[in-house]
């Protein structure tokens, strides 16, 4: 079952790929050797997707983020895959690897995020 995180995530305008979707109930786990995307420029849809992996670190308070969750509307969502080795390309977030269960379920960011109390 995947995590409930209270969040409203941004949405990218400029497209109907969107850097975090729907997962819906079939959603499967990834091998982090499965992705193949090559590094690319900093576009706006990269941007949202920055931008709403630092409101997920600053909500959980943690640099270990899900690939999936659910939203605070009771939407199941996971990262587009492709922005997630993209950031790992471009150093946003750690050198990607499985899980216990051998599949890519969480991604950290090379950097903390910490909201001021």
Same mark, same amino acid.
């Not at 209270?6 to 109907?16: A, F, N, R, V, Y």
């Not at 109930?25 to 982090?32: C, G, I, S, V």
């Not at 849809?45 to 920055?50: E, H, I, N």
């Not at 709403?52 to 899900?66: G, H, K, N, T, V």
């Given at each position: ?6 969040? &409203? ?6 497209? %109907? ?19 193949? $995307?090559? %590094?690319?420029?900093?576009? %706006? ?6 931008? $709403? =992996? ?16 659910? $939203?605070?509307?009771?939407? &199941?969502?996971?990262?587009? =895959? ?13 050198? =990607?690897?499985?899980? %216990? ?17």
């Amino acid at each position: 079952m995947p995590k409930i995180i209270d969040i &409203h995530l941004e949405k990218h305008s400029g497209g %109907p790929s969107q850097p975090f979707h729907s997962a819906g109930p079939k959603y499967q786990y990834r091998k982090a050797a499965e992705l193949t $995307d090559m %590094p690319a420029k900093l576009t %706006p849809r990269l941007a949202v997707f920055y931008r $709403d =992996l630092i409101r997920l670190a600053e909500r959980l308070q943690s640099q270990e983020l899900p690939i999936d969750f659910i $939203d605070g509307s009771g939407t &199941h969502v996971a990262m587009d =895959l492709g922005c997630v080795k993209i950031a790992e390309h471009g150093g946003f977030i750690q050198p =990607l690897k499985d899980g %216990p269960n051998g599949e890519l379920e969480t991604i950290r960011l090379s950097f903390a995020v910490t909201m001021p109390k």
